[in-house]
């Protein structure tokens, strides 16, 4: 038998890196191992983080002390669910650089950096092998930033199985456009599952990895860059840590107004291999969406950019608020554990936020889940027979509650498709919560 000696995380919280909020400010103390290129990385739950910044999940450490699991669970193969809509899906990589802007946590590396792994509508049949779902090295970052080296190996989580194909033959048309952004300290494939689901229903998707703000994520030259803001951060007095979190979400709205700028750009425009999607983009119909402080910086996004015609909150708390002016009418979901998020929650900054939406709106929560519950660790997690001993709600439920509203809400608001989903309850989603205070 596997003994995993993170007590009360076990695998799949380890590999969320969950970060201490205001329900306790006690963490788990881990050592801060280094990256064999860039800066130290620094486990996500030695950060002390404002509740206002993240979900509140973090673990009770009067759980049981140690989790144990087998060697069949230990060496299964991952796999992504397939997606449910009726395209292939197609996959590149792009490297992209805005050279307006430098980098806010290195201001000596110079011009502001991004990876972005877009997805795309494709043909049955073309393209390549399936893609990887991260790079050997960034799965080694992540399992040592999270004391999991020993217990999980990079390779088997680096191979976790796809559904996406490089260089598939792209379905033609123009499509909507959603761009998503990862949790802090967590690598873009975290957010796999739901790009590659709304690429299979129509949608050229743009996840991003912001420089700096992963524990480890691969930049041309043979470059992995770790987490930076994570030390940040940590380091800074107590007071002063919401202020940097709301740095990194109007740092992150930048980010997506440049990678609109560029994948919409004149195909004889001047980013090279990113032309090719503007042929490809109804830039009219653009999306954001993200978990944690990736779905504050949605909402930020969209208050400085009106390109931005819809987006989404998984789970993330109101750092940067929403305007007093809210979001010139435009619509939001927020979605997230019922814990943390319900009106009378333990994160309250959701609260004064909705009253500040000022056009289509939903909160929604769900019950049994967690602060990881809106991305693909509970779904690798169950595969593992590993769950979640703060989010009862099984893994595979997890990532079908996700891509169901997800899905439905740009389908709702960016396809002009009603969706019945969101009026209400659903004997189909008992789970699901509407809130409206």
Known sequence: MIRFRRSAIGLLLALALPLPLAAGDSAFAAPSPRAAHGSPVVPAASLAIPAASLAVSAPSPTLAAETRGGPAAHS???????????????????HLTD?????????SAGARELMATMYYPARPGTGGAPTSYMTTEEAQLLLKGSELADVLPAEQLAGTRTHARTGARAVGGHHPLVVLS?????????LSLLSEELASRGYVV????????SLGTAFPGGRTLTCVACDTVKDAPKDDQLALMAKVATGRAADISFVIDTLTAAPHGPHGPARRYSSMIDPKRTGVA??????????????ADRRIRAGINMDGGFSAPVPPSGLNGRPFLMLGNLSGHAPDGKEGSWLPNWRRLDGWKRWLTVRDAGHFTFI?????GAQLGIPDPTAPIPGKRAGEITRTYAGAFFDQQLRGIPQPVLDGPSAANPEVVFHTP
């Open 290 to 303: 993200g978990h944690s402080i990736g779905g504050n910086s949605a909402a930020t996004a969209m208050a």
């Open 182 to 190: 990862p949790g802090f300290a967590l690598h873009r494939a975290t």
């Open 99 to 107: 050279a307006q802007r430098r980098d806010p946590w290195v201001p």
């Open 206 to 213: 743009a996840l991003l990895d912001h420089a700096y703000e």
């Open 376 to 380: 693909d660790l509970p779904v690798l």
């Open 76 to 94: 299964a193969p991952l796999e992504l669910p397939r997606p449910t809509g009726p395209y292939a899906v197609g996959r590149d990589t792009l």
